[in-house]
Each structure stands twice: as C-alpha cells, then as structure tokens.
C-alpha cells in the first residue's frame, strides 16, 4: 500500500524566510505526488504535482518541490515566506487504480511578520 | 465558473435521521469521489466513481452510500448516521478516469455533525 508521511504537524516561519515542508513517501512502484493546500474554511487547492516528468516541479503561488527517489522525499519550498501563505498544507500520493488521493496528515504553516 | 459545489456546507443532525450531502460538477468530469477529513488523519476516500453509474468502495465506505445517475452529481447518503461520521466531507472530481495524474478539484466541504 502506498502511504505519505509528513514530518512536523507545525510549521512556524518568518515572513521572508524559506519555507520547508517535508513529505515521505512509500510506494512500490513510480509514485505520482501532489501537494494541496488548504485556507480557512475552504476546499483544497492544487499546488503542484509530481508526474514522472520532471524531478523538480514548480507550482502555484511561488512554491516548488523536488522529487528524489533515493530519499523516497518530495518535501515542499518557497524562498521567501509571505504573510498569505499561512495554511495547512498537504501531501497525497495516487492510488493509480482507484485514483484515490492517500494524504498526509498535514503541516500547518504559521508565518509571524 | 468551474467547479465542484456541495450543499450543505455545514448540517448538525441526529443519530439515525438519514441525510444525503449533494455533490455537483459543472466540468463535464467523469471521475468523482468523496473523501472525509479528520484531524490528524489527512483525508480518506469513501466512495468513487469512474462514470455514470460506475461506484466503488474507497478506504472507509462503511456507513456510506453513493449513486451516480448523472455525469455531473454524485450524492453522499448517510441512511442512519452515527456520532462517528461527526466529520468534515470532501467531493471531489477530474476529467478522465483513464488519464492517471489528472487534478482532482475539491469541493468546498460539508461539516457535519451527528449528536
């Protein structure tokens, strides 16, 4: 079965500073990878998604994410945190045969000005 | 506008009082899904479907149903609903059931609560 861990059920940062959320992975066979996000009181908003394309993908609103396999990661980045990006984040691998998104548990992101 | 909507947003119920949470695409998806949140479990699949009438289980279907008579709803009902479906609920969908990585758009979500 496939699964994602998230590490840190709390992110605190900066404003301006890097922001880093780690995912785990563990799956059988090439995995395909997402990472949503969540504002308040809403649905769940694609970020950018892994496909076996390129290793580095580059998403919505300034955040990116790097597939590595030897580390079986995909952990999530931005440069430079912004107020706006306070949500809970999280990761989900594809369960290709019944297309169901397993997720993480999330990473709720704090940004302190 | 694209999207998935789900009425009601928010339901305070009882135990035993069936229920059903609408769930509607106007995208002309064929795969749609529901999934429960719960804190500390990120987000479960309960049923889905690759088409019209075409539904399956997901991890926890159990208390569940689902139909799937036109492409662009797909029903949740709760025929007895326990304390234990006390949850916040996800629909989602996307385009094609045989094109693997496509984005799955997410409802707005429905909380409900069963005293």
């Known amino acids: 079965a496939q699964s994602v861990t998230q590490l840190g059920s709390h992110v605190s940062v900066s404003e301006g500073a890097l922001v880093l959320l780690r995912c785990n992975y563990s799956?059988?066979?090439?995995?395909?990878l997402f990472w949503y996000v969540q504002y308040p009181n809403q649905g769940l908003q694609l970020l950018l998604k892994?496909?076996?394309?390129?290793?580095l993908v580059k998403g919505i609103n300034g955040f990116e994410a790097e597939f590595k396999k030897s580390e079986t990661s995909f952990h999530l980045t931005k440069p430079s945190a912004h107020m706006s990006d306070a949500a809970e984040y999280f990761c989900?691998?594809?369960?290709?045969?019944?297309?169901?998104?397993?997720f993480g548990s999330g990473t709720r992101l704090q940004v302190q000005p | 506008e694209a999207q998935v909507t789900q009425n009601p947003r928010y339901l305070i119920t009882v135990t035993g009082k069936k229920l059903t949470v609408t769930c509607s695409q106007n995208m002309n998806h064929e795969y749609m899904s529901w999934y429960r949140q719960d804190p500390g479990l990120g987000l479960r699949q309960i049923y889905y479907?690759?088409?019209?009438?075409?539904?399956d289980k997901g991890d926890v279907p159990e208390g569940y149903k689902v139909s799937r008579k036109e492409k662009r709803n797909f029903p949740l009902i709760l025929e007895s609903p326990s304390p234990n479906q006390t949850s916040l609920y996800f629909c989602?969908?996307?385009?094609?059931?045989?094109?693997?990585?496509?984005?799955?758009?997410f409802g707005p979500g429905t909380r409900l609560t069963v005293l």
């Open positions: 799956s059988s066979v090439p995995p395909y």
């Open positions: 479907s690759m088409n019209v009438e075409v539904t």
């Open positions: 989602a969908s996307s385009p094609l059931w045989n094109r693997v990585a496509d984005t799955q758009y």
């Open positions: 892994y496909t076996s394309a390129a290793t």
């Open positions: 989900a691998v594809l369960d290709t045969g019944r297309r169901a998104l397993t």
